[in-house]
């Protein structure tokens, strides 16, 4: 099992940033990459952004190209998602999840991102 706890939500005026931090524990040498994923009020959760640990690869939701990046500290076990020009329709909860080789998907509890005008 892999254990992420989230961290670094809360209230940003637009165009403001935040950084997200998503900390894992556990068998985390079973990890392949690392995503992250939001959910607004009424919305299906959807893909943000992913880097894989071995090669740092990433890759990004067409929404958030530019604005956003994605991080590792493979060493420490964390995860960061650096948020930047933060718009209204940002506003979600920020799920961290972890993808095993055995292609097992773990999630963390999430964390809010209110953007307000």
């Known amino acids: 099992q892999v254990q992420l706890v989230e961290s670094g939500g809360g209230l940003v005026q637009a165009g403001g940033s935040l950084r997200l931090s998503c900390a894992a524990a556990g068998r985390t040498f079973t990890t392949y990459a690392m995503r992250w994923f939001r959910q607004a009020p009424g919305k299906e959760r959807e893909f943000v952004a992913s880097i894989d640990w071995g090669s740092s690869r990433t890759n990004y939701a067409d929404a958030v190209k530019g604005r956003f990046t994605i991080s590792s500290d493979n060493t420490n076990n964390m995860t960061y998602l650096q948020m930047n020009s933060l718009k209204l329709e940002d506003t979600a909860v920020y799920y961290c999840?972890?993808?095993?080789?055995?292609?097992?998907?773990?999630w963390g509890q999430g964390t809010q991102v209110t953007v307000s005008p």
């Open positions: 999840s972890a993808v095993t080789y055995g292609a097992d998907v773990h």
